[in-house]
């Protein structure tokens, strides 16, 4: 399990043996959707939000 921060939310999450990312979010106003699929180094994916047009790719990779 990992922790990640976005926006003032808190994502709790893991990668599954097959590299599919899960995350969950804490934020009782805005529901974040996150997927994302893990290949070496690196963690990428796109982000939405409920409610909004907000929406987005993303990455991170381990240093």
């Known amino acids: ?3 990640l921060s976005y926006n003032d ?8 043996q097959t590299g599919h990312l899960t995350l969950y979010d804490d934020n009782n106003r805005w529901n974040y959707h996150f997927a994302g699929i893990a ?12 409610g ?3 929406n987005g790719t993303w990455w991170v990779e381990r240093q």
């Open 1 to 3: 399990m990992f922790k």
């Open 9 to 16: 939310t808190n994502l709790k999450g893991w990668v599954d």
């Open 39 to 50: 290949s070496g180094r690196r963690i990428e994916g796109e982000w939405s939000v409920d």
């Open 52 to 54: 909004a047009p907000c």
